[in-house]
């Protein structure tokens, strides 16, 4: 009975209207009195910012904040495929004639994901990883490998948690959720990085609108608070790095594996 009361008042909390009052928030001059509180209760590491928490004009500035050069090391070779996100695994593993098997107890149509795209017919038999942002993270998210912006697509959605609790008891949640997907082809295939909002904020941004090609680990978009991110890899391209698995916690820059041309 709880259960189906929490799942009830989630449904209600979903609709924009809510997520664009807590954005004005979010964006307010007042807001910035709340990054300290912000910062003590996540256990955020604020050195690793680009500038000190007071010179943050807002709490949205604070939390797509940038970091100083060097924090984050991107592996190097042109065939490696490196976390898009600081993030936890919540889910990884071969796609299944188009389905990704298992995220939290549910399975995902690929075509659903990504809104009946053309494009889903190059990874239905990829690798997929669910990558989840917690607010402790460090919330912009770069390049997975170097490439050409193909096509982007934005698919206006809900704003359902995508914490434990949403991906467990609401049904489809990456498939209902708010979506800004950019297919990056590369060297050796393309990769699909399928930036999911979450509740009460759900707004996802290109860090640079005009943007058309990335160098692995650039400056790709950022969350205006916490969320998911799913990374496809086109099917026959990609062998995951040994060791890696579901529940590690990943750095942007971190080897995921590599790459090689599809046959």
């Given at each position: 009975?709880?259960?189906?009361?929490?799942?009830?008042?989630?449904?209600?909390?979903?609709?924009?209207?809510?997520?664009?009052?807590?954005?004005?928030?979010?964006?307010?001059?007042?807001?910035?009195?709340?990054?300290?509180?912000?910062?003590?209760?996540?256990?955020?590491?604020?050195?690793?910012?680009?500038?000190?928490?007071?010179?943050?004009?807002?709490?949205n500035e604070f939390?797509?904040?940038?970091?100083?050069?060097?924090?984050?090391?991107?592996?190097?070779?042109?065939?490696?495929?490196?976390?898009?996100?600081?993030?936890?695994?919540?889910?990884?593993?071969?796609?299944?004639?188009?389905?990704?098997?298992?995220?939290?107890?549910?399975?995902?149509?690929?075509?659903?994901?990504?809104?009946?795209?053309?494009?889903?017919?190059?990874?239905?038999?990829?690798?997929?990883?669910?990558?989840?942002?917690?607010?402790?993270?460090?919330?912009?998210?770069?390049?997975?490998?170097?490439?050409?912006?193909?096509?982007?697509?934005?698919?206006?959605?809900?704003?359902?948690?995508?914490?434990?609790?949403?991906?467990?008891?609401?049904?489809?949640?990456?498939?209902?959720?708010?979506?800004?997907?950019?297919?990056?082809?590369?060297?050796?295939?393309?990769?699909?990085?399928?930036?999911?909002?979450?509740?009460?904020?759900?707004?996802?941004?290109?860090?640079?609108?005009?943007?058309?090609?990335?160098?692995?680990?650039?400056?790709?978009?950022?969350?205006?608070?916490?969320?998911?991110?799913?990374?496809?890899?086109?099917?026959?391209?990609?062998?995951?790095?040994?060791?890696?698995?579901?529940?590690?916690?990943?750095?942007?820059?971190?080897?995921?594996?590599?790459?090689?041309?599809p046959l």
């Open positions: 009975m709880v259960k189906q009361l929490l799942r009830l008042m989630t449904e209600l909390s979903s609709h924009r209207w809510l997520s664009r009052i807590m954005g004005a928030l979010a964006h307010s001059r007042i807001s910035r009195f709340l990054i300290p509180v912000f910062i003590r209760s996540y256990h955020i590491p604020a050195v690793e910012a680009e500038h000190s928490p007071g010179d943050y004009r807002t709490l939390f797509s904040r940038r970091l100083k050069p060097g924090m984050r090391p991107v592996a190097e070779g042109d065939d490696a495929l490196v976390s898009p996100v600081d993030a936890l695994i919540t889910a990884m593993g071969d796609i299944t004639s188009g389905t990704l098997m298992n995220v939290k107890g549910q399975d995902y149509n690929l075509e659903e994901l990504l809104n009946h795209s053309p494009h889903l017919e190059r990874y239905k038999k990829g690798f997929f990883f669910v990558l989840y942002l917690s607010p402790t993270d460090y919330h912009r998210i770069h390049s997975p490998l170097s490439g050409y912006k193909v096509e982007s697509d934005y698919i206006r959605g809900r704003a359902y948690p995508v914490n434990e609790f949403g991906m467990r008891h609401m049904k489809g949640v990456l498939s209902r959720n708010e979506r800004l997907i950019t297919y990056i082809a590369g060297k050796h295939g393309e990769a699909a990085v399928v930036k999911v909002g979450a509740m009460n904020v759900s707004s996802i941004r290109y860090a640079d609108e005009q943007a058309s090609e990335w160098e692995k680990g650039g400056d790709l978009a950022y969350f205006e608070f916490g969320s998911t991110v799913v990374l496809l890899t086109e099917s026959g391209t990609f062998t995951p790095r040994p060791g890696l698995r579901k529940n590690m916690k990943v750095k942007m820059g971190e080897l995921l594996g590599t790459m090689r041309a």
